[in-house]
């Protein structure tokens, strides 16, 4: 793939990748052909940010959980309150690191 293809993609999505994972991304990618960037860039990665809110708010109900594809993990923290609480406040210490890993591994399922 061309690299302006491949910087405007980090362009787009750098902040939803972990940073320390770039390189392989980007080795990845530089073996991907052209053909393959409509379907790279119409990935829908999860926001950080947005994440987090959801965590906060409404985190010990689960949901941040069930977003993620973790849906047992959704369900303890329904039933538990989030573990009163314990569970709730680790999810909310390292959801965006988790959101970015999680956005990794998509991206890496379709390289």
Request: charge should be neutral.
């Amino acid at each position: 793939m061309d690299a302006n293809k491949i910087d405007m993609f980090f362009v787009a999505n750098g902040k939803k990748l972990p940073a320390e994972k770039t390189v392989i991304v980007r080795e990845k990618m530089a073996q991907v052909d052209d053909s393959r960037y409509a379907t790279l860039s119409s990935i829908e990665f999860k926001e950080p940010t947005t994440m987090l809110l959801i965590s906060i708010f409404i985190g010990g109900l689960g949901v941040d959980r069930f977003m993620m594809g973790e849906t047992g993990m959704g369900i303890l923290k329904l039933l538990t309150g989030g573990l009163c609480g314990i569970l709730w406040l680790i999810d909310v210490i390292g959801i965006s690191k988790k959101v970015k890993e999680y956005n990794f591994n998509e991206l890496m399922k379709i390289l």
